[in-house]
T-cell receptor, first 114, second 113 residues
Framework: GAGVSQSPSNKVTEKGKDVELRCDPI?????LYWYRQSLGQGLEFLIY????????KSGLPSDRFSAERTGGSVSTLTIQRTQQEDSAVYLC????????????FGQGTRLTVV | AQSVTQLGSHVSVSEGALVLLRCNYSSSVPPYLFWYVQYPNQGLQLLLK??????LVKGINGFEAEFKKSETSFHLTKPSAHMSDAAEYFCAVSVGATNKLIFGTGTLLAVQP
């Protein structure tokens, strides 16, 4: 597609429910990143994919968070048993994969846990 | 470890005035530095980046930044602010082979008429 697409744009969920956030990167971009933007923590790196593998998961805050990527394209970030502190904007970005090239960001998914 | 510090969480300027947003970095290796802008309810858009070469980098919308190794700084400037520049600005450093970004805490720029 023309840009990085994320869905849904907004998600309200009840505490304890599982949620899935989707990211469609720019076609041909081999590298994909998830970031979280929250009032208390700013912009934080969560996980990095190169192709379908995730060599850097160091930013995932707990084992309730997981992500996968299939076909070298779409990625899904899953949060199990959501907590109120998971409320944030989840941003996805993709790059061509070569070092230090521009990261293109999606518009994010705003997650609210009530 | 690499890190970025942005001084001033809120900056207010008058329309037509100079914009100066400060960013200092810490890096054990030559850094790759970026400025991103975020408009309300939108994702991040790259303004400019420094990788190697010329230390004065020009970006979109009339913004530029100068990499100063001796001062470990990468401040963002624009000679004359427009109302449309009101947004949040993030400085970031690229880390390691993964190219993941470590962001500063952001500076919210307000432009007064």
């Amino acid at each position: 597609g023309a840009g990085v697409s994320q869905s849904p744009s907004n998600k309200v969920t009840e505490k304890g429910k599982d949620v899935e956030l989707r990211c469609d990167p720019i076609s041909g971009h081999t590298a994909l990143y998830w970031y979280r933007q929250s009032l208390g923590q700013g912009l934080e790196f969560l996980i990095y994919f190169q192709g379908n593998s995730a060599p850097d998961k160091s930013g995932l805050p707990s084992d309730r968070f997981s992500a996968e990527r299939t076909g070298g394209s779409v990625s899904t970030l899953t949060i199990q048993r959501t907590q109120q502190e998971d409320s944030a904007v989840y941003l996805c970005a993709s790059t061509l994969g070569t070092s230090n090239t521009e990261a293109f960001f999606g518009q994010g998914t705003r997650l609210t846990v009530v | 470890a690499q890190s970025v510090t942005q001084l001033g969480s809120h900056v207010s300027v008058s329309e037509g005035a100079l914009v100066l947003l400060r960013c200092n970095y810490s890096s054990s290796v030559p850094p790759y530095l970026f400025w991103y802008v975020q408009y309300p309810n939108q994702g991040l858009q790259l303004l400019l980046k420094y990788t190697t070469g010329a230390t004065l980098v020009k970006g979109i919308n009339g913004f530029e930044a100068e990499f100063k190794k001796s001062e470990t700084s990468f401040h963002l400037t624009k000679p004359s602010a427009h109302m449309s520049d009101a947004a949040e600005y993030f400085c970031a450093v690229s880390v390691g082979a993964t190219n993941k970004l470590i962001f500063g805490t952001g500076t919210l720029l307000a432009v007064q008429p």
